[in-house]
């Protein structure tokens, strides 16, 4: 079994490992969670060669407040697994996985933009759905989804051309 | 008319042989069917940088799903890829129902799994459509889009509506296949076999075409790997995943089908994989036609699907029944659970994860063709202009599930 595996490889890297639903989920703190994803990646046992997906979810009141979440998935084994890695409110940020998988790139800012998690190292950590402008980060869960947004001030694109974009 | 000081004090300065220029393309631009922009950096007609910005069509789905009850979330599902609603619902009330520890009964499996596979060639034929309207065969968009139709004309058929469904709940479906649905889809499938016919011959041995789609928006096995690309993509640039066949959800494991694959992982390749892939969905069809079992279309268990409306106009218990469900929404239980299905595009996934009480704590969608737009900026560096378009459409950048 894949969680026994995990298990046996990393012992106390991880936080805790479980299979629920039938699904194998394991948590790891943010600061083993490079080590651990490399190794996930890299080893034969695992090669989990695909980042599926990565969001989070803000339990806000609890803490740690966001759990970032890793789907992966391993082509050469066919495993699926779930890592969660959970990060304080206050200070919100993970480290990069854009050099182990180029997916991540996009969804990591995606879940900065929604979230308003830090991903340390990212090469383009730049909003991705809301725009530059958009104030708060509305997929927490105390953002205030009465309220209207302030509106974007006029900018002549001439004498303010758009900031590069790399 | 003389120009502004401003502007006329650029151009003096700016010597155009050498220059990057920076082309705004978008984010309604006539030859992209989707509204998105590209920030070009180019080099005479040669693609320097490409900036893609996405989220113009972004709803706020997740947060809506977070404001309703789970069934409530059905129809913003519809509109996720508006080109084959039926896997979308499919998706998310497979994701609950694991959630939730119900299987529905036989026949709502096979009854789910004809309607995905009808979706999808209906996906593929807006792809393929468009793709070749854009590079100029309005012929085959045209036939296409009329076969689209005849397909369009089942979906109405048994979910009675063509875009927006909403057919799904969790633990069955609205509405079962109609009683003529064998001899409607015989009629539907010769029809489209011949519309495949006539596009293949006008399309796959066409000079221009394959001047336009061969070797353009090539990616490797490596690249489209990391960079998260599933479905048609990926499986044209050989790699042969499909999640029908990894993990298999309804009945696939009794169907007998072939996922087609490429070599080069060139535009090409996903244009034959999308092509072939219809006929390996009409060949599922047929079968689950064949085996499709008699019987309910719904659990029965009234604490997730509604009770018959005689119960509910004749009986105080119905009427109940009928009111928590309605008002409180259906109770899933806390826990978390990640439901991957094979979209039009990819693997669609819903990530569902609830509290215990009647809304969805979190829903998250994994749309497939986020991560193709993603990687499109590697496609195109090196590129040209023109192949934007055909690189873009063979994406099949659908604007309601990429930016939600």
């Known amino acids: 079994m894949l969680i026994d595996t995990i298990k046996q490889r990393f012992g106390s890297q991880i936080l805790t490992a479980e299979t629920s639903h039938g699904q194998d989920v394991i948590s790891v703190s943010r600061e083993a969670a490079p080590a651990v994803l490399r190794a996930l990646r890299d080893e034969p046992d695992f090669a989990f060669n695909f980042l599926i997906d990565l969001t989070a979810v803000d339990w806000l009141g609890r803490e740690p407040r966001f759990e970032v979440v890793y789907q992966l998935k391993s082509l050469a084994r066919n495993f699926r697994l ?26 990591e800012r995606e879940c900065y933009d929604m979230f308003g998690i830090e991903f340390r190292e990212h090469p383009d950590l730049r909003r991705i759905l809301m725009y530059d402008s958009f104030v708060g980060h509305p997929l927490r869960k105390d953002y205030p989804v009465d309220r209207r947004q302030p509106l974007v001030e006029e900018v002549d694109p001439v004498a303010a051309p758009r900031p590069p974009s790399r | 008319m003389a120009l502004p000081a401003r502007w006329a004090k650029k151009i003096e300065a700016s010597d155009p042989a050498d220059e990057i220029m920076e082309l705004q393309m978008g984010p309604s631009h006539p030859a992209s069917h989707g509204t998105i922009k590209f920030n070009l950096k180019l080099d005479g007609e040669r693609i320097v940088d490409c900036d893609v910005e996405v989220g113009y069509l972004h709803r706020a789905f997740e947060k809506m799903t977070e404001q309703g009850t789970w069934t409530q979330v059905f129809p913003y599902t519809d509109r996720l890829n508006y080109a084959s609603p039926c896997i979308n619902n499919v998706a998310f009330a497979l994701a609950v129902e694991k959630l939730i520890g119900i299987e529905t009964p036989d026949r709502c499996k096979y009854v789910r799994t004809i309607m995905s596979e009808v979706s999808r060639i209906t996906d593929h034929l807006t792809c393929l459509g468009m793709a070749a309207g854009e590079v100029g065969a309005q012929t085959v968009m045209f036939y296409m889009l009329e076969a689209r139709e005849l397909l369009y004309d089942l979906v109405e058929a048994v979910t009675g509506a063509r875009l927006t469904v ?69 499986r ?68 997730y699907i509604l009770p018959p409306k005689e119960r509910v106009y004749n009986s105080i218990e119905g009427l109940m029944n009928h009111f928590k469900i309605i008002m409180e929404g259906i109770k899933v239980p806390a826990g978390e659970v990640y439901q991957a299905v094979e979209g039009g595009n990819g ?55 990429c930016d939600r």
């Open chain 1, 82 to 107: 779930r890592v969660k890695v959970p990060v304080p409110g206050s200070d919100a940020w993970v480290t990069s996985v854009v050099e182990l998988w180029k997916s991540a790139n996009w969804v």
């Open chain 2, 166 to 234: 909403t057919w799904c709940r969790v633990g069955g479906i609205t509405r079962d296949l109609p009683d003529d649905f064998g001899e409607r889809i015989k009629v539907a499938f010769k029809n489209l076999e011949a519309v495949l016919d006539d596009c293949d011959k006008l399309l796959s041995r066409n000079r221009v075409f394959i001047d336009r789609m061969s070797g353009i928006g090539r990616m490797s096995r490596e690249d489209a790997v990391s960079y998260g690309l599933t479905g048609p993509l990926l």
């Open chain 2, 236 to 303: 044209a640039a050989g790699v042969s995943y499909d999640v029908r066949k990894a993990d298999p959800y309804l009945v696939y494991d009794r169907m007998d089908f072939e996922v087609p694959t490429g070599e080069q992982g060139d535009n090409y390749d996903r244009f034959n994989v999308r092509f072939q892939e219809m006929y390996q969905s009409k060949r599922i069809i047929e079968q689950a036609m064949r085996q499709i079992p008699a019987g309910p279309v719904n659990i029965d268990d009234h604490r």
């Open chain 2, 347 to 401: 693997e669609l996934g819903f990530y569902v994860v609830s509290d215990g009480s009647g809304r969805p704590y979190r829903v998250r969608v994994r749309p497939p063709c986020f991560f193709g737009m993603g990687a499109l900026n590697q496609m195109l560096i090196g590129r040209m202009i023109a192949d934007i378009i055909t690189t873009f459409g063979m994406i099949n950048m659908i604007g309601g599930e």
